[in-house]
C-alpha cells in the first residue's frame, strides 16, 4: 500500500491545470471520433501520440486514458441514433439501443449508457488499483489452450444473442466464421478464398463488414420508406432530460452491473482480448440468465446495462497486464506501453518501485476522466440529438457518406467500401428473412483467434486432443463450454417436445 506523501505527490501530479485542460481536450476529442462510424478508440489515441511527443509524462497518459475511455462509450451514440455502432465494442447491443429509439426512449437508451458506463469504468479502476498485480499473473497463465476454450464460449455466446431461432443464428454465426477464413492462413501462410485478389490477402476487415451489416441494411430500409411514403416511419418525440428514470434503472439492475463490470474487468485484462470481446460475452450472459430473454434485440434495457459496463470496465482491465508486466491487454495499451517507454516510465514490476507516484497518479487519471464522461458524455448527445431532426431525403445521403468514409479509413483502400457495399447487402438480404447479423460479427471478431489458438495448440500437443482438458484453467473452461451445449441441446429438445404435445 503506498504511502501518504506518495498519494499526495501523485495528487499534486493530477491536479496541475495543464493535466486537467489536457484531459478535457482529449476527452472531447475521444467522443468525437468515437461518434464517428467506423473510427475506433485505438484510432483516436493513434492520432493523438504525435501529440504526446510534446508533453511531460503525466499529461500525454492523461490524454490517452481520457480519449479512449471517451471514445468507447461514443460508439454508443450513433447506435441508438442511426443503427450504427460507432466502435466494435457497441455492436453488440446496438439493435436494443436503436429500437429503444424507435420506441421514443432515445433518452433512456442514452442516459443508461452514459451512468452505466460511468460506473463499469469506476468498477475497472478499483479493480485495477487492488488487484492488478494478482489478476495479472492469473492471465499470465492463459496459454493457446485457455484462448481457445475462451474463444469457444465467445462463440457459443452467437445462440444467446440472437433473438430469433437459434438455428438461423447457428448459420449467420458460420457465415461469420466462413468470411474470417479470407486471407492467410495463420500455420502456413497459405492464401485461402482470395481468388486471385491481393485486396484479399489481409482477409476481410470486419469494421467495414460491421458498418454494412448494421449501417447500409438501414439505409436501404429507410430508401425503401420514402419510395413508399404510406410506411414512413416517424422518429418518436425525444425531448425531455437525458437522465429521467435511469436512477430507477441502475437501482433494478445492481447485479447486472455488477457482473457485467468484473467480465470486463477480467476479460479486459486477458491480453488481446479487449472490450469488444467483453461486451459481446457480456450481453450474452445477460440474456442467459434473464427472467426475459425474449425481449432481447427488441429494445431490453437489460442486456445494454451488463454490456455498456462490461466494455468500460475492460478499459481498466486491460491496462493491468500493461501496467505490471508491459504486455499489452489490447491495441490501445500496445500504443501505451510505447508512449510509456518513450517518457522513461519502463513498465513492469520495477516501475511500481522506481516512479510509485506515477502509477498512483495515472490511477487518479482514470477516475478523473471516467468522472469527466458524465458533463462531456451529455453535451455530446445533446449535440448528437439533432441528427433526428433532420429530413430523411437529407439523412439517408448522409449516413451513406459517413458509411462510406467510415469503410475507407478503416483500409485506406476503396476496396474496404467495397467489402462494406457487398456484406451490407447481404446483411440485408438474411434480415429480410429473418436471420440475425450479429453472430456474422461475432464469427469475424472471435474466427481468428479460435483457428489460430486451435492450431498452435494442436501443434504443441502433437495432435493430441486431451491436451485441451489437461490444465486447470482450461479444463475448466472447457467443462463450462460442455455443459452450455449440453444444456442448450436439452432445452431444445424439451422445447420442441412440450410443443409437440400440445
Known sequence: MASFDIILQALQLVLDPQVLLTALLAGAFGMFV???????????????????????????????????????????????????PGTPASAAYVEDSYRLTLQGRLNEALGTNLIVSCIGGL???????????????????????????????????AIFVSSGDPLKAGIALLIGLTLATVGLDPTTGVPRFTFGQQDLLAGIEFIPAMIGLFALAEVMRGVIRLHAKSTTVDMPPYNGPLFKGVGGIVRRHPKNIARGSLMGVLIGALPGAGADIAAWMSYAVSKRFSRTPQKYGTGHVEG??????????????????????GIPGD??????????YMKGMNPGPTVFIQNPQL????????????????????????????VLRVPPRVLLPIVMSLCIVGAFAMTNSVFGIIIMLAIGLLGWLMEENGFPVAPI??????????????????????????AFFERPIAAGLGICVLLIWGLSILGAVRGRRAARDH
Open 34 to 84: 468515437g461518434a464517428m462510424p467506423g473510427l475506433t478508440a485505438t484510432m483516436a489515441v493513434a492520432l493523438l501520440v504525435p501529440l504526446t511527443f510534446f508533453m511531460d509524462p503525466i499529461p500525454a497518459l492523461a490524454a490517452i486514458v481520457s480519449a479512449s475511455g471517451m471514445a468507447i462509450f461514443a460508439g454508443d451514440i450513433p447506435g441508438a441514433l442511426l443503427r450504427i
Open 123 to 157: 468498477i475497472g479502476i478499483g479493480v485495477l488499483i487492488v488487484a492488478a498485480p494478482m489478476l495479472a499473473e492469473f492471465a499470465l497463465r492463459f496459454t493457446s489452450y485457455e484462448y481457445f476454450w475462451l474463444a469457444t464460449l465467445g462463440l457459443s455466446c
Open 304 to 325: 445494454l446495462v451488463d454490456a455498456s459496463a462490461a466494455n468500460n470496465a475492460a478499459v481498466g482491465g486491460s491496462w493491468i497486464p500493461a501496467l505490471v508486466f
Open 331 to 340: 491495441s490501445v495499451t500496445a500504443i501505451v506501453i510505447g508512449v510509456l
Open 359 to 386: 502509477i498512483y497518479a495515472v490511477f487518479m487519471i482514470f477516475i478523473v476522466t471516467t468522472l469527466m464522461m458524465v458533463p462531456l458524455g451529455w453535451t455530446a448527445v445533446k449535440a448528437a440529438k439533432q
Open 441 to 466: 460479427i461475432l464469427g469475424l471478431v472471435l474466427g481468428p483467434m479460435f483457428e489460430r489458438m486451435f492450431m498452435t495448440s494442436m501443434i504443441k500437443s502433437n495432435g493430441d486432443l486431451l
